[in-house]
């Protein structure tokens, strides 16, 4: 991962509500679809710009007109690490004159939370930890908010971590306790330093998770350079952490006041991202190359590096009932779907405008990912279709709630953000 770091700014107070790209409908504030960034704003027989959210007529028209400047302004290699190749370009548009369109999902909700972007390639900051509470990124802290009840709350303010570029938030991952509902946090910096908070609950009739209840906190210095990626294993008793010096190191957290480094698997290049498959035989990893590598998880050797990709790896996941089918996600804007029992891929999907920044799956047949700006995407692995869900702004995370299945997605463009949620349309000939 390059060590671009993203400035964390206070966000005005402006909330962004969108809509699916393909519906009509829209917001009555068209101003909305970004004040800021519309380009040759349409204009009258005197030639003054007319005021969108006065004349509806031009909703749709303004709608076509901000999303082909923003394709062709975001598609020129904005986020790669490599140059596109003329392979590469006959790709991608073959994929989208051949793909197949369906719809499973239908826009639900939009949220009012403050989210932010730590990285300009690390969009990971946004995660369930329960069946209700999602724990999110927003500029100077870790926030959480429960889609239930709509109560939002500060689990960690992260001021200390804001004195200069190299020291602030990379990534965190959250792990809440099943027995006495403590929250483990850990926090990967941009200086190689991890912390792991604890957090106790707070008062038994709100319990609202408060700054003043951390009841333990270890930092540890891992590197010498960013930390890419940290995630609990095994019920928060270990830490698997990514680094930008190319190792991928799994922790002992359990006994609390140190790290104890269990398993080192090693790379000549970034790691970005890391997944177990089902039988936690095998860990693969992408990073800052076009390989992907498969380690054995009992010695730490090699098995296996599969090549396609174009330019640097950015996520990769397991599907969760396999220990052979993976995803990877790239810069590239390519989103690769690979089985470990052969060489090659078995299904490329391809973004619409730039790189890629996160993908999940969700406990079926569907693989959702999502662009850097702009869209989510839902491959449906059986019938071989696909949903685009467009909207604007740059993405902040993406992740499914494990229970009703719905997606959830933060965004943010500008002074403007919002979380959006999605479910499934019932009677959908894919779940027949």
């Known amino acids: ?56 007529f031009w909703v749709d028209n303004i709608r076509d007109h901000q999303r082909y400047w923003r394709i062709n302004e975001w598609s020129n290699n904005h986020f790669r690490s490599l140059p596109a190749s003329p392979e590469e370009k006959k790709l991608k548009k073959d994929i989208l004159a051949n793909k197949k369109t369906d719809i499973f999902y239908q826009f639900k909700e939009c949220f009012k939370l403050k989210v932010g972007i730590t990285h300009l390639q690390v969009r990971k900051n946004f995660k369930f930890y329960s069946e209700f509470n999602i724990a999110y990124y927003q500029p100077f802290s870790i926030c959480s908010y429960n889609t239930l009840t709509k109560v939002t709350f500060e689990l960690i303010s992260l001021n200390e971590y804001n004195t200069n570029d190299y020291n602030q938030l990379i990534c965190f991952d959250i792990y809440k306790m099943d027995t006495s509902n403590i929250l483990l946090i850990g926090l990967g910096l941009g200086d190689g330093i991890v912390d792991i908070v604890k957090i106790e609950p707070g008062d038994k009739q709100d319990k609202v998770y ?21 995630k609990f294993l095994e019920e928060g008793s270990k830490l698997l952490i990514s680094t930008n010096d190319g190792d991928l190191i799994i922790y002992d957290i359990s006994k609390g006041n140190k790290l104890t480094s269990i398993q080192v698997f090693k790379d000549s290049i970034s790691i970005n991202d890391s997944s177990f498959n089902l039988s936690k035989s095998c860990i693969a990893t992408v990073g800052d190359a076009q390989y992907v590598k498969i380690f054995d998880c009992k010695t730490s050797k090699l098995i296996n590096t599969y090549y396609g990709h174009y330019d640097h790896g950015i996520s990769i996941k397991f599907q969760p009932n396999s ?7 790239n810069q590239d804007g390519f989103c690769k779907i690979w089985d470990l029992r052969k060489n090659t891929t078995v299904k490329t999907l391809s973004g619409v405008m730039d790189g890629l920044s996160n993908i999940c799956f969700d406990n079926t047949d569907f693989l959702i990912f999502a662009e850097y700006h702009d869209y989510i995407h839902i491959y449906n692995m059986k019938l071989d279709t696909m949903q685009d869900i467009g909207f604007f702004g740059k993405t902040a995370g993406l992740d499914i709630n494990k229970n009703t299945q719905n997606i959830f997605f933060g965004a943010v463009e500008e002074s403007l953000y919002g979380v959006l949620e999605y479910d499934k349309i019932k009677f959908n000939k894919s779940f027949v």
């Open 1 to 56: 991962m390059e060590n671009n770091l993203s400035s964390n700014k206070n966000y005005a107070n402006n909330t962004l509500t969108f809509e699916d790209a393909s519906s009509n409908k829209f917001n009555s504030d068209i101003t909305l679809l970004h004040r800021n960034t519309l380009k040759n704003n349409p204009t009258n027989s005197n030639g003054n710009i007319v005021e969108c959210n006065q004349i509806g």
């Open 323 to 329: 220990d052979n089918i993976f995803a990877t996600a």
């Open 210 to 230: 408060k700054k003043k209840n951390i009841i333990s906190k270890l930092s540890t210095k891992i590197c010498d350079s960013s930390i890419n990626d940290v």
